[in-house]
């Protein structure tokens, strides 16, 4: 064979092989859209559903997202949240690319009276994502970010995570507050709050919203705004997943230098007592600009002691000034804290990976931190080489106060620090013992506190729950009756409508 003959036979047979491949990969992926049998699933109150194949099969069909299915190459993937200590398998999974795919997954699951968990980041700390048996609908395909210099908003989908608002608002030299870690999804976090670096200084997450897109339990795509729905407008803002599924958010920015001082600071556990004294007043006193987080935090094998996170985005002249005495406050053993990118610092604390330790958390309001509750927290504190421990405040206050109590469903104005018991384990070890603990050390925290986090909702009673919506709780379940009447999206803090069920 000559060398121009033996080329070109490479070339046809890379060409047929190319060709198989594609009709192969076809043939795979129309097999993928093949519903093969009846489904059987439960509904909301936990009924025998069974879904007929062809009915699943025209929900596939009407999708330009995936429906995924237990057996298929993605649903593994797909049915996972944060926490690998919660395994749920959901009956069938919609991923949508577009609204028109929320509306039809969502028309499904009412008509055929499902169980039906929305995911956007899956972070929900006890698994409010996902489900055993029911409809999950994964908008991780819905991620996308336009930033709008000029007018200062951002129009941000409702499946994106935190990461990818704060780098394309960055690139303009704008930001909103976002939480902590930056694969939180922006859908779960802002409509039930949204803590973050910068919420002294611009208020909670859901403070910066100017508009909110979704498509509500009856199918129908609505649009809450001041000018439009302004009822659903003041109840998305902390009345979290309970009334649709948000397809896009309006937020407001604002100009911040890219750079910030940040960064760790941790201290011996023997100083724990004039430290945790030290944060309660000068976090109390601090100026927007500052954020600091601080408590105790034991890493097995690692690393126990007194940690502060300090993030300050103010004038840089006056940096030292802020930050000098939480260094001597006492003796420093790791000092991180300096000029650092903001949207580095707000991956400081991602978790590499996800899959590896369980969790479990507890976590109540302060106005203030009282001397009772330094001292519970301290007389509580036991390290133990099977968990991870973190009692941290997260730092409130600032602007998150200035806003009017009646202004947004959020209903815990008066927060200050929100006290977080957060505990992990490798999987494999019997969480049992150390979650009893855990509920045990923060019932003797709990009565210092005042209301707790609905994002971080765990297994808290229905009526403790709704206790916990305070002054707004009748307002919302008067919306929740308009829009979800029948209860179709139960699966957050829920607020159970008159007529329905829990
Ligand atoms: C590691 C970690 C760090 C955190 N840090 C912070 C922090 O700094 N600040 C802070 O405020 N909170 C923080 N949280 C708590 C966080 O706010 C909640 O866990 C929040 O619910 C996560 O949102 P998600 O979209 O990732 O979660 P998911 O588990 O996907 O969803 C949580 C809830 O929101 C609903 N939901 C999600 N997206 C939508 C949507 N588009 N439309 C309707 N309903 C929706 C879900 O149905 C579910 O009920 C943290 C949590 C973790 C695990």
């Known amino acids: 064979m000559n060398r121009r003959k033996f080329v070109s036979s490479g070339i046809a047979a890379a060409v047929a092989a190319a060709l198989a491949n594609q009709r192969l990969y076809a043939a795979l992926l129309a097999a993928s859209d093949t519903v093969e049998a009846e489904v059987n699933a439960i509904s909301g109150e936990g009924a025998e559903v069974i879904l007929q194949r062809a009915a699943v099969q025209e929900l596939a069909d009407s999708l330009r997202g995936n429906l995924l299915l237990p057996g298929h190459a993605a649903y593994e993937e797909a049915r996972r949240i944060l926490n690998p200590s919660i395994d749920k398998h959901p009956a069938l999974i919609v991923q949508p690319k577009g609204v028109a795919d929320v509306k039809n997954a969502v028309d499904f699951a009412r008509d055929s009276n499902l169980l039906v968990a929305v995911k956007c980041g899956g972070h929900s700390p006890s698994g409010k994502s996902t489900c055993d048996g029911g409809m999950m609908i ?6 996308s970010v336009r ?8 129009q941000v ?9 704060d780098h394309d608002t960055m690139a303009f030299g704008l930001v909103t507050t976002a939480g902590t870690v930056s694969h939180t999804g922006v859908g779960g976090l802002t409509l ?3 803590f973050g670096r910068l919420a002294r200084r611009f208020g909670l997450a859901l403070d910066n919203v100017r508009g909110v897109e979704l498509i509500t339990a009856d199918g129908r795509f609505v ?3 001041p000018d439009e729905n302004p009822d659903l407008y003041w109840g998305v803002r902390g009345g979290g997943g309970n009334f649709g599924i948000a397809t896009s958010f309006e937020f407001q920015l604002h100009p911040m230098d890219r750079q910030v001082i940040g960064g760790d600071i941790m201290f011996p556990i023997s100083e724990a007592p004039q430290l945790l004294r030290f944060y309660a007043e000068y976090a109390a006193g601090a100026p927007d600009e500052l954020y600091l987080d601080g408590g105790l935090v034991s890493i097995p094998g690692q690393f126990s002691g007194v940690w502060f996170h300090v993030c300050y985005s ?3 002249a006056l940096a030292d000034k802020f930050i000098d005495p939480i260094r001597k406050a006492g003796t420093p053993v790791v000092d991180t804290v300096g000029p650092v990118d903001y949207t580095a610092i707000q991956k400081s604390a ?3 990976d ?3 330790r369980g969790s479990w958390m507890k976590s109540g309001f302060a106005s203030e931190i009282s001397e009772g509750m330094i001292d519970a927290i301290i007389d509580g504190w036991e390290e133990h080489p099977e968990r991870g421990m973190f009692v941290v405040w997260q730092h409130a206050g600032g602007a998150i106060g200035r806003v009017p109590d009646d202004a947004t469903a959020f209903a815990h104005r008066h927060v200050r620090h929100d006290t977080l018991f957060l505990m992990d384990w490798a999987m494999g070890v019997d969480p049992a013992p150390h979650v009893k603990w855990l509920r045990d050390y923060f019932a003797t925290v709990e009565p210092y506190t005042y209301g707790f986090y609905t994002n971080d909702v765990m297994d808290e009673s229905q009526a403790k729950v709704n206790r916990n919506y305070l002054g707004h709780y009748d307002r919302l379940v008067e919306l929740k009756n308009k829009y979800d009447p029948t209860n179709l999206f139960r699966l957050n803090a829920n607020i159970v409508p008159t007529a329905g069920s829990a």
């Not at 994964?138 to 991620?143: A, G, H, Q, V």
């Not at 930033?147 to 951002?154: F, G």
């Open 192 to 194: 039930g709050g949204g």
């Open 138 to 143: 994964d908008l991780s395909l819905l991620r």
């Open 350 to 352: 991602d978790v590499s």
């Open 354 to 356: 996800p899959r590896a």
């Open 147 to 154: 930033v709008d210099p000029d007018r200062r908003i951002a």
């Open 314 to 316: 103010g004038d840089k």
């Open 223 to 225: 649009r809450a705004s």
């Open 157 to 165: 989908s409702g499946g994106s995570l935190l990461g990818d608002m």
